[in-house]
């Protein structure tokens, strides 16, 4: 049986696959990882599959369906996101039309909201919700004896006429080791080229190394949509062979980003992971990043650095505790202020993360979180408008206290596929944190201490020269078109 999965086109470069779906404005393009840990699977059960990458390799919809129906598949995957679900609802009767297959959707908004997708348009089947790399292949078993759907875990799907059954969920993968390296389906389906991390050197590959995080940031989608807090882990050995197989199989790789929501929820296994990395030399060929806590040790990040990490990424999130306490973010100011320190002292680069529009934030609060991003002064930065999920405690919060200002999914990103903020508040406007999330960029990335760094790094390594030679056009015609719009 023929099985098609498909990032569906909808704005050229759009990161569906990234935490918070967007144009990126510097850049940046996430791999289908999802989709392709689900390729990997149903390879390894004996069906025959295509990983399209719609966005990645600039395809359009006629494109798309015309490749989709040459193909041939019984079931095609749909991955979508709350931005594009409108269109890519539109796809999947294209598709569907077009190749008469079976289409089941899958992704966090889908996971969330099973039936109000399924309502949406008639193109679609079903939705299979969270981890959906072994439902897919019972699913396609199913569809291929004729049994019923009812008993496949881990589906919503129409049973009728104005009818959607949702089945039993599906228990989350245990044993990951089990799952066949995602970096083997990159190579054989996708062009590592297609894809960059505007912080990492290029090209880059993604990993997953454990899914589910078992922190509690009240707006993080992936933990509480698709995978869970329970965060299950491969083995350290595991991990260091995939890291293997990329040094021997994708030689052109010269970074590889660990996706996981932290890395280093668990200390002893990054530990363990670095010792593999080093005694196997694999740290002297390869490159890696990773996401990372605030109350990351000294000790444990030099290790890392000696195992071959460039650059972690901390969730700093806001320079005032009583909005990092009102978001369960779990940090404090001072863990902060001393992680920045020992990155530093370790030699590890810094991508810091900051959101503007966290519960009780003020234009004063705000300011305050600006200043904090400047004084812990990381190798760079991002700044996000606070963006509420469904099936997220953020939009629960914003719908009960009716701070969403629309109800039409496509807005959550704005025209040119930027991110969008939805939220007022009594204290803050929708428009005013755009202008604060922009200000923020601003302020930080024009400060000459700022770009007289960025300047020595280059000249130290070709490597991100071409990383920042890549970012710096995009996210510059960025600015230039925020500051068009501040004149206007």
Same mark, same amino acid.
């Given at each position: 049986?023929?099985?098609?999965?498909?990032?569906?086109?909808?704005?050229?470069?759009?990161?569906?696959?990234?935490?918070?779906?967007?144009?990126?404005?510097?850049?940046?393009?996430?791999?289908?990882?999802?989709?392709?840990?689900?390729?990997?699977?149903?390879?390894?059960?004996?069906?025959?599959?295509?990983?399209?990458?719609?966005?990645?390799?600039?395809?359009?919809?006629?494109?798309?369906?015309?490749?989709?129906?040459?193909?041939?598949?019984?079931?095609?995957?749909?991955?979508?996101?709350?931005?594009?679900?409108?269109?890519?609802?539109?796809?999947?009767?294209?598709?569907?039309?077009?190749?008469?297959?079976?289409?089941?959707?899958?992704?966090?908004?889908?996971?969330?909201?099973?039936?109000?997708?399924?309502?949406?348009?008639?193109?679609?089947?079903?939705?299979?919700?969270?981890?959906?790399?072994?439902?897919?292949?019972?699913?396609?078993?199913?569809?291929?004896?004729?049994?019923?759907?009812?008993?496949?875990?881990?589906?919503?799907?129409?049973?009728?006429?104005?009818?959607?059954?949702?089945?039993?969920?599906?228990?989350?993968?245990?044993?990951?080791?089990?799952?066949?390296?995602?970096?083997?389906?990159?190579?054989?389906?996708?062009?590592?080229?297609?894809?960059?991390?505007?912080?990492?050197?290029?090209?880059?590959?993604?990993?997953?190394?454990?899914?589910?995080?078992?922190?509690?940031?009240?707006?993080?989608?992936?933990?509480?949509?698709?995978?869970?807090?329970?965060?299950?882990?491969?083995?350290?050995?595991? +991990?260091?062979?995939?890291? !293997?197989?990329? $040094?021997?199989? /994708?030689?052109?790789?010269?970074?590889? %980003? #660990?996706?996981? *929501?932290?890395?280093?929820?668990?200390?002893?296994?990054?530990?363990?992971?670095?010792?593999?990395?080093?005694?196997?030399?694999?740290?002297?060929?390869?490159?890696?990043?990773?996401?990372?806590?605030?109350?990351?040790?000294?000790?444990?990040?030099?290790?890392?650095?000696?195992?071959?990490?460039?650059? +972690?990424?901390?969730?700093? !999130?806001?320079? $005032?505790?009583? /909005?990092?306490?009102?978001?369960?973010? %779990? #940090?404090?100011? *001072?863990?902060?202020?001393?992680?920045?320190?020992?990155?530093?002292?370790?030699?590890?680069?810094?991508?810091?993360?900051?959101?503007?529009?966290?519960?009780?934030?003020?234009?004063?609060?705000?300011?305050?979180?600006?200043?904090?991003?400047?004084?812990?002064?990381?190798?760079?930065?991002?700044?996000?408008?606070?963006?509420?999920?469904?099936?997220?405690?953020?939009?629960?919060?914003?719908?009960?206290?009716?701070? #969403?200002?629309?109800?039409?999914?496509?807005?959550?990103?704005?025209?040119?596929?930027?991110?969008?903020?939805?939220?007022?508040?009594?204290?803050?406007?929708?428009?005013?944190?755009?202008?604060?999330?922009?200000?923020?960029?601003?302020?930080?990335?024009?400060?000459?201490?700022?770009?007289?760094?960025?300047?020595?790094?280059?000249?130290?390594?070709?490597?991100?020269?071409?990383?920042?030679?890549?970012?710096?056009?995009?996210?510059?015609?960025?600015?230039?078109?925020?500051?068009?719009?501040?004149?206007?």
């Amino acid at each position: 049986m023929k099985v098609l999965l498909l990032n569906p086109p909808f704005l050229p470069k759009y990161s569906r696959n990234s935490r918070s779906p967007a144009v990126t404005k510097g850049g940046t393009l996430y791999y289908p990882i999802w989709l392709s840990y689900a390729a990997g699977v149903l390879e390894k059960e004996g069906f025959e599959v295509k990983l399209m990458d719609a966005p990645a390799q600039g395809l359009m919809l006629e494109q798309t369906v015309a490749m989709a129906a040459e193909f041939g598949p019984k079931m095609v995957v749909i991955d979508t996101s709350t931005p594009s679900i409108y269109d890519d609802v539109k796809t999947a009767a294209k598709i569907k039309q077009a190749t008469n297959a079976f289409v089941v959707m899958v992704g966090t908004h889908v996971s969330a909201m099973p039936e109000e997708t399924l309502d949406l348009g008639d193109g679609v089947d079903a939705v299979a919700t969270h981890e959906y790399d072994y439902t897919l292949p019972e699913l396609a078993r199913a569809l291929e004896s004729g049994e019923t759907l009812k008993k496949v875990k881990g589906i919503a799907f129409r049973s009728g006429k104005g009818k959607v059954t949702i089945n039993d969920p599906r228990p989350m993968i245990e044993n990951l080791d089990e799952l066949p390296f995602v970096t083997s389906v990159y190579k054989k389906h996708l062009n590592v080229r297609d894809y960059f991390y505007s912080s990492a050197s290029y090209p880059m590959v993604m990993v997953i190394t454990g899914r589910g995080c078992p922190f509690r940031c009240f707006w993080c989608n992936w933990p509480q949509v698709f995978h869970g807090h329970n965060y299950r882990l491969r083995s350290a050995k595991n +991990v260091a062979d995939e890291f !293997e197989y990329i $040094v021997n199989n /994708l030689p052109e790789v010269r970074e590889v %980003g #660990i996706e996981d *929501d932290t890395l280093t929820a668990d200390i002893g296994r990054v530990r363990e992971i670095c010792r593999l990395l080093i005694e196997r030399g694999i740290s002297k060929k390869i490159k890696w990043y990773a996401n990372v806590r605030v109350n990351l040790d000294l000790e444990t990040m030099r290790i890392m650095k000696q195992a071959g990490c460039r650059l +972690v990424i901390p969730g700093y !999130e806001s320079g $005032v505790q009583e /909005l990092l306490d009102a978001a369960h973010k %779990g #940090i404090t100011l *001072d863990q902060s202020r001393e992680f920045a320190k020992n990155a530093k002292a370790a030699g590890l680069l810094v991508h810091g993360c900051f959101i503007i529009g966290l519960p009780g934030e003020t234009r004063e609060t705000a300011r305050r979180t600006i200043e904090f991003a400047k004084e812990l002064d990381p190798d760079d930065a991002q700044f996000f408008p606070l963006i509420v999920y469904p099936g997220t405690e953020a939009y629960e919060w914003a719908r009960t206290n009716r701070y #969403i200002t629309t109800s039409d999914f496509s807005k959550w990103n704005t025209p040119e596929g930027w991110h969008n903020s939805l939220i007022s508040t009594p204290s803050l406007s929708k428009e005013d944190v755009i202008e604060l999330v922009n200000k923020a960029k601003v302020e930080f990335y024009l400060r000459p201490a700022f770009v007289f760094r960025t300047l020595v790094l280059m000249l130290g390594s070709w490597n991100e020269t071409k990383r920042v030679l890549k970012a710096a056009p995009i996210f510059f015609s960025y600015l230039v078109k925020v500051f068009s719009k501040d004149k206007d």
